[in-house]
């Protein structure tokens, strides 16, 4: 048994020598309860002196990358905004290249309107092409209600990201996939959702960068959303245990992750 961890080891530290970009997620892999977790720090630095391509990614629509940087920062971690992707950057690009110069009503915050603004949308409550819902600090009942009447009247509906919570000081709080069954159950229509597990967000990272899938890796915490999006978008994939997977939610899949380590501390060379 030894003998093949060994082995196992050391085939997975030769397939790691031909990654020439990183994914990692935010919440859990570099950040964890609002404390940064050992290691993080060094591993992006590492990649910053060594000029390996990376980027941050997270699911929250809520903030701007500028905003994330700030808190990544006030935790000890340098990652500028241009190392940052956001379920509401990838939803604007998805947008984008479907229809450029379209329309959108858009229930969210500043991550999302600006990321939407930026791609080159209008945005109106006036017959748009799309109806974008992504995360806010608290749902408005009349922008749902208009959200849809739109969809009925023919808008194409489209999410940023699938959790149904997110948590707060006082508990949990119903998330972007809450309020898209909602509207799902109203309407009768399903939201395309940009966000993980669809493996479109790391492809689009991945454009970002320009580099290619066979030679990046992905670094997250959750096998239903990082690691399933990561194998499924050909990519080398590495679960932390700092956040909310532990061995025996493993179990629970069918797929494995590439590697298994206990934080991103064991990925920085000694």
Known sequence: MSSHKEASKKDNTASRRNIKSW????????????????????LINQWREREIPFLV??????????????????????????????????????????????????????????????????????????????????????AITKAIRLIIQGARFICTNPDATGPSQEGVLPATGAIAALITEATGRKPYIVGKPNPMMFRSALNKLGVHSDSAGMIGDRMDTDIVAGIEAGMHTVLVLSGIADKAEIERYPFRPKEIMSSVADLVDK
């Open 23 to 42: 994914l990692t997620d935010m919440d859990g892999v570099l950040v964890h309860e609002n404390k940064a977790i050992p290691g993080a720090a060094d």
């Open 57 to 142: 990614l997270t699911n929250n629509s809520i903030y701007t990358p500028r905003d994330l940087s700030a808190r990544l920062r006030q935790n000890g971690l340098e990652v500028p905004e241009d190392k940052i992707w956001t379920s509401a950057l990838a939803t604007a690009a998805f947008l984008r290249d479907q229809a450029p110069g379209g329309s959108a009503f858009v229930v969210g915050e500043a991550g999302l309107t600006t990321a939407i603004h930026e791609a080159g949308f209008i945005m109106t409550d006036t017959k748009p092409d799309y109806v974008v819902l992504g995360e806010t600090r608290s749902y408005s009942f009349e």
